[in-house]
């Protein structure tokens, strides 16, 4: 399955397309939030836009949780692997 980020001639690991997955997401809800709040300033009082630019704010903290809860597990599991090379 070829990812736009990544380079299709090259194999992409789950990891490397988990990453950039989490990276476009992340960038899409902050666009989101910014199209939102642009709407709610340019509409005037628009109780709509306001909260759909919150709740991606709230998605984006979500999302940089996941993110670095994934990169925690990632640098653990080279931290097991370097220390099983050694042994």
Not at 24 to 36: H, I, K, Q, S
Not at 59 to 68: E, K
């Amino acid at each position: 399955m070829d990812h736009p980020d990544l380079p299709s001639d090259e194999p992409v690991s789950m990891g490397e397309r988990t990453v950039s997955n989490i990276m476009r997401l992340r960038g899409c809800l902050e666009e989101a939030e910014m199209r939102a709040t642009m709407l709610h300033h340019f509409l005037g009082d628009c109780p709509d836009a306001q909260k759909v630019a919150r709740l991606c704010a709230e998605a984006r903290l979500c999302v940089a949780g996941i993110d670095a809860q994934f990169r925690e597990q990632i640098r653990s599991a080279n931290v097991k692997a370097a220390q099983d090379e050694k042994a």
